[in-house]
């Protein structure tokens, strides 16, 4: 009995345990962007409220991106915090402002708000009342990884929280020395990152920018940067600051020397010369403080901007997996920088077939010598059986196929690539390989997954290793007869893609469009895109932006015609990388393959073109639900192209009918690449 009785109160404990978790799960927590909004306005760092709640601080960032929410006992101890910071910012538990902040901030612009929605409701009292003279008020401090700066009467900060300050500067070098002292900083995103990933950023209206005696154009077009003998930048030079080799452009960065081990550094954006409306960055015209909430939020999904998204996505690749890290000595127990092995700190030379046309190891190389894991740009006619059975034809586009063909996929890391001839296959092991595959026996209904043409291979040629795995899931025999292999890799690009899908994701629910709906639901979820806040449309562009033009990084060409054969600076930075691009390229291509194989085995249906990720394909009716099967819960097949909104899945890029096709094709024109513009 005594042990029954024991077994009935463990029970009983059990349950009760699982009554509580219950019950912290339905206590209820502020929007996402408002917990953010809340640890910056009080200075705490996410590793600050890792710290207290026992938690990793990537669960923070994750709760406040909205793609994770914290369970049982950790919530009802977060909700009790976000509750403690709420309290503490209302003015009764605030001491008395400083009378130089209590001045009223400049009146806004008029017709400045209805120009554009807000990108989120705003949650935070504008400075306008929060520092009235009629009321009073606690002073508004700078927070933030970075400031908007306009100018109406006054240089007035625009902070990713919504509050604003009145500044005392009326110069780039007073405004740089405010910038150092305010405490504008990020993160940094790994444990080991750089401390350049946590300087803040400046952005200057056109307005500031003429307020602080800038030109409100380039003239230098060629190089991009302002004259080395203006008076701003002898100013800068007479104060101390120096400028990057880019010198002084859309995206300067201003810094002084290191004192006491403190970096002091500023990253500038000027938007009348372009930044954040050019080189990927497409925003609408919006308030500063619209502005400022935009790029924080930008900030907070990805990093900090510092130049094109391109640049970002290169910027955010270093951020994660850093060149170096925390050493210490055993013997003197002192620290220093050393190499990290999962970062790319070496810069190395590409295998001779990985070269690009222009690089120097391309001259003289046969063209058949060249790698050329590209993605496809492939169409066939129609057979008369489908142009008599589907009167249209429905695009099916992948949502970021080539940053999702980056998780955990193995790239060369530090070690120049192997030169090995006859080798043994090892689907393991990333590289080129000289491999003979004419003998395969491909459906010409499918492209082939050898070439970028689609068009079957007409003699050897070297492939990355995921074509050649792919080769032998189809049962093709492979045999290389040379291969330059990289025996030390790992998952360089796993965190980047992570961090690049949790930002997709966090900006398409703000959108209205969310995960694990049926098919039909996120079409018209799709739908209603047109009719979106632009802003929040935009900072879904610059997120795709950065994921596609990180990887374009990996093999950047030269920026100015130079003689053929000539090294470019890209060549110089570890990050310079055409082996690590070929295997995504490769992967992402064969994945597409598999899936569209898995279509015609299950649907009978075969794609009429590809380019790229977007593939399209017959149809009954001008709908992607009548090429994509619903599968058991109405959100598609495993396997198969689905419609969802996660990365790897698929979207409509448009619908035209099947003559339309017929007409593109028959003229040499891909119609997968108009299908959208045409629909």
Same mark, same amino acid.
């Given at each position: 009995?005594?042990?029954?009785?024991?077994?009935?109160?463990?029970?009983?404990?059990?349950?009760?345990?699982?009554?509580?978790? &219950?019950?912290?799960?339905r206590?209820?927590?502020?929007?996402p962007?408002?917990?953010?909004?809340?640890?910056?306005?009080?200075?705490?760092?996410?590793?600050?409220?890792?710290? +207290?709640?026992?938690?990793?601080?990537?669960?923070?960032?994750?709760?406040?991106?909205?793609?994770? @929410?914290?369970?049982?006992?950790?919530?009802?101890?977060?909700?009790?915090?976000?509750?403690?910071?709420?309290? &503490?910012?209302?003015?009764?538990?605030?001491?008395?402002?400083?009378?130089?902040?209590?001045?009223?901030?400049?009146?806004?612009?008029?017709?400045?708000?209805? @120009?554009?929605?807000?990108?989120?409701?705003?949650?935070?009292?504008?400075?306008?009342?929060?520092?009235? /003279?009629?009321?009073?008020?606690?002073?508004?401090?700078?927070?933030?990884?970075?400031?908007?700066?306009?100018?109406?009467?006054?240089?007035? %900060?625009?902070?990713?929280?919504? =509050?604003?300050?009145?500044?005392?500067?009326?110069?780039?070098?007073?405004?740089?020395?405010?910038?150092?002292?305010?405490?504008?900083?990020?993160?940094?995103?790994?444990?080991?990152?750089?401390?350049?990933? !946590?300087?803040?950023?400046?952005?200057?209206?056109?307005?500031?920018?003429?307020?602080?005696?800038?030109?409100?154009?380039?003239?230098?077009?060629a190089?991009?940067?302002?004259?080395?003998?203006?008076?701003?930048?002898?100013?800068?030079?007479?104060?101390?600051?120096?400028?990057?080799?880019?010198?002084?452009?859309?995206?300067? /960065?201003?810094?002084?020397?290191?004192?006491?081990?403190?970096r002091?550094?500023?990253?500038?954006?000027?938007?009348?010369?372009?930044?954040? =409306?050019?080189?990927?960055?497409n925003l609408?015209?919006?308030?500063?403080?619209?502005?400022?909430?935009?790029?924080?939020?930008?900030?907070?999904?990805?990093l900090?901007?510092?130049?094109?998204?391109?640049?970002c996505?290169? #910027?955010?690749?270093?951020?994660?997996?850093?060149?170096?890290?925390?050493?210490?000595?055993?013997?003197?127990?002192?620290?220093?920088?050393?190499?990290?092995?999962?970062?790319?700190?070496?810069?190395?030379?590409?295998?001779?077939? #990985?070269?690009?046309?222009?690089?120097?190891? +391309?001259?003289?190389?046969?063209?058949?010598?060249?790698? #050329? @894991?590209e993605?496809?740009?492939?169409?066939?006619?129609?057979?008369?059986?489908?142009?008599?059975?589907?009167?249209?034809?429905?695009?099916?586009?992948?949502?970021? +196929?080539?940053?999702?063909?980056?998780?955990?996929?193995?790239?060369?890391?530090n070690?120049?690539?192997?030169?090995?001839?006859?080798?043994?296959?090892?689907?393991?092991?990333?590289?080129?390989?000289?491999?003979?595959?004419?003998?395969?026996?491909?459906?010409? /209904?499918?492209? =082939?997954?050898?070439?970028?043409?689609?068009?079957?291979?007409?003699?050897?040629?070297? *492939?990355?290793?995921?074509?050649?795995?792919?080769?032998?899931?189809?049962?093709?025999?492979?045999?290389?007869?040379?291969?330059?292999?990289?025996?030390?890799?790992?998952? *360089?690009?796993?965190?980047?893609?992570?961090?690049?899908?949790?930002?997709?994701?966090?900006?398409?629910?703000?959108?209205?469009?969310?995960?694990?709906?049926?098919?039909a639901?996120?079409?018209?979820?799709?739908?209603?895109l047109?009719?979106?806040?632009?802003?929040?449309?935009?900072?879904l562009?610059?997120i795709?932006?950065?994921?596609?033009?990180?990887?374009?990084?990996?093999?950047?060409?030269?920026?100015?015609?130079?003689?053929?054969?000539?090294?470019?600076?890209?060549?110089?930075?570890p990050?310079?990388?055409?082996?690590i691009?070929?295997?995504?390229?490769? /992967?992402?291509?064969?994945?597409?393959?598999?899936?569209?194989?898995?279509?015609?085995?299950?649907?009978?249906? *075969?794609?009429?073109?590809?380019?790229?990720? !977007?593939?399209?394909?017959?149809?009954?009716?001008?709908?992607?639900?009548?090429?994509?099967?619903?599968?058991?819960?109405?959100?598609?097949?495993?396997?198969?192209?689905?419609?969802?909104?996660?990365?790897?899945?698929?979207?409509?890029?448009?619908?035209?009918?099947?003559?339309? *096709?017929?007409?593109?094709? %028959?003229?040499?024109?891909?119609?997968?690449?108009?299908?959208?513009?045409s629909?």
């Amino acid at each position: 009995m005594s042990a029954d009785h024991g077994d009935e109160a463990e029970l009983f404990a059990r349950v009760d345990e699982l009554l509580a978790d &219950l019950s912290a799960q339905r206590i209820p927590l502020p929007p996402p962007h408002e917990r953010a909004q809340l640890r910056k306005a009080a200075g705490l760092s996410t590793d600050q409220i890792a710290d +207290a709640l026992g938690c990793p601080a990537e669960d923070i960032a994750a709760w406040e991106a909205g793609t994770q @929410e914290p369970l049982a006992a950790r919530r009802a101890a977060y909700a009790r915090l976000l509750q403690g910071l709420k309290t &503490l910012q209302r003015p009764e538990h605030q001491g008395t402002p400083p009378l130089q902040e209590l001045t009223p901030a400049p009146p806004p612009r008029a017709g400045k708000k209805a @120009e554009q929605p807000s990108l989120f409701p705003d949650t935070t009292p504008t400075a306008s009342t929060s520092r009235s /003279r009629t009321a009073p008020s606690h002073p508004v401090k700078p927070t933030g990884p970075l400031a908007v700066i306009d100018h109406d009467a006054t240089l007035t %900060a625009h902070f990713t929280n919504g =509050s604003q300050l009145p500044l005392d500067a009326d110069d780039l070098v007073s405004l740089l020395q405010w910038t150092l002292r305010s405490g504008l900083h990020r993160d940094k995103l790994s444990t080991q990152g750089r401390d350049s990933d !946590c300087d803040p950023l400046i952005v200057l209206t056109p307005a500031a920018s003429a307020a602080l005696h800038l030109p409100a154009a380039l003239d230098d077009r060629a190089r991009v940067r302002l004259a080395d003998s203006h008076p701003v930048i002898t100013q800068l030079h007479q104060a101390g600051f120096s400028l990057t080799r880019r010198g002084f452009g859309p995206w300067p /960065r201003a810094f002084r020397p290191v004192r006491n081990n403190k970096r002091a550094c500023v990253q500038l954006a000027i938007t009348a010369w372009g930044a954040l =409306s050019q080189d990927g960055w497409n925003l609408p015209p919006l308030p500063p403080a619209d502005l400022a909430r935009l790029l924080g939020t930008y900030t907070d999904r990805l990093l900090t901007p510092r130049g094109s998204t391109a640049v970002c996505g290169e #910027e955010l690749m270093t951020a994660l997996r850093p060149p170096t890290r925390p050493h210490r000595a055993p013997d003197s127990d002192t620290w220093s920088s050393a190499p990290n092995p999962r970062g790319l700190h070496t810069t190395l030379e590409p295998a001779p077939p #990985e070269a690009p046309d222009a690089h120097p190891l +391309a001259r003289g190389r046969l063209p058949e010598q060249a790698m #050329e @894991e590209e993605a496809w740009d492939w169409s066939r006619p129609p057979s008369q059986q489908e142009t008599a059975e589907f009167p249209h034809v429905v695009g099916l586009d992948t949502n970021l +196929a080539f940053a999702a063909a980056s998780s955990g996929l193995p790239v060369g890391l530090n070690s120049p690539p192997r030169h090995v001839l006859a080798p043994t296959f090892d689907k393991k092991i990333p590289g080129a390989w000289f491999c003979d595959l004419t003998h395969a026996t491909l459906d010409p /209904r499918l492209p =082939s997954p050898f070439t970028a043409t689609g068009h079957a291979p007409t003699g050897p040629a070297w *492939y990355a290793t995921p074509t050649l795995d792919y080769a032998q899931e189809l049962g093709i025999e492979v045999r290389p007869t040379e291969a330059y292999l990289r025996d030390d890799h790992g998952p *360089y690009l796993t965190p980047w893609y992570e961090r690049i899908r949790n930002a997709y994701l966090a900006t398409m629910a703000d959108l209205g469009v969310h995960e694990k709906i049926p098919q039909a639901d996120y079409l018209a979820a799709m739908q209603r895109l047109a009719t979106a806040d632009p802003a929040l449309l935009a900072l879904l562009a610059a997120i795709k932006a950065t994921a596609k033009g990180g990887l374009g990084k990996l093999r950047e060409g030269p920026r100015e015609i130079t003689a053929p054969y000539t090294r470019w600076p890209a060549l110089n930075k570890p990050t310079w990388r055409p082996d690590i691009r070929a295997a995504v390229v490769s /992967r992402a291509r064969v994945t597409l393959h598999r899936k569209m194989r898995k279509m015609a085995e299950e649907t009978g249906r *075969y794609p009429l073109a590809v380019l790229a990720d !977007c593939a399209l394909y017959p149809a009954h009716v001008p709908t992607a639900l009548d090429v994509a099967p619903p599968g058991p819960e109405q959100q598609g097949v495993p396997g198969l192209l689905r419609l969802g909104v996660n990365p790897g899945w698929a979207k409509e890029e448009g619908t035209q009918s099947m003559s339309w *096709y017929q007409q593109q094709h %028959a003229q040499g024109i891909s119609p997968a690449r108009y299908i959208k513009d045409s629909a």
